[in-house]
């Protein structure tokens, strides 16, 4: 298998097209009604502070992929948060009602 590697300024490009629904500041990274698409947050605002992202993101972009109401059942969620200085990606899957922790995808 290619490993394939992908810098800052490619990975923000990508995140820069239209491909995503863009939404303001997330609260909650665990709110089960977060659609698809791609979020903001800013722990540096006491008053905008995202709940429940992974230690040391303290500003950046969530991507939510919802997959709720497909038909392989257990409603998944999968969730990438890509802090401001795009050196570590963090990555979970939510399945029924569980999610896994917060794990480090990649280093750049």
């Keep these: 298998m290619k ?8 990975i923000l490009s990508l ?3 239209d491909v995503f629904t863009k939404y303001s500041l ?23 502070k995202a709940l429940n992202t992974p230690a ?16 392989v059942g257990g409603a998944p969620v999968v969730q990438i948060i890509i802090p401001d200085n795009a ?9 029924d009602t569980t999610s896994t922790p917060w794990r480090k995808l990649t280093t750049i």
């Design 87 to 95: 050196t570590i990606i963090y990555l979970r899957l939510r399945w």
């Design 26 to 48: 997330v609260a909650d990274v665990d709110d089960l009604t977060l659609k698809s698409g791609i979020y903001a947050f800013n722990n540096y605002l006491p008053l905008a």
């Design 15 to 17: 995140l820069s097209n």
């Design 3 to 10: 490993k394939i590697s992908l810098s800052k300024n490619r």
């Design 56 to 71: 040391g993101a303290m500003y950046g972009v969530l991507l939510v992929f919802n997959g709720t109401g497909i038909p």
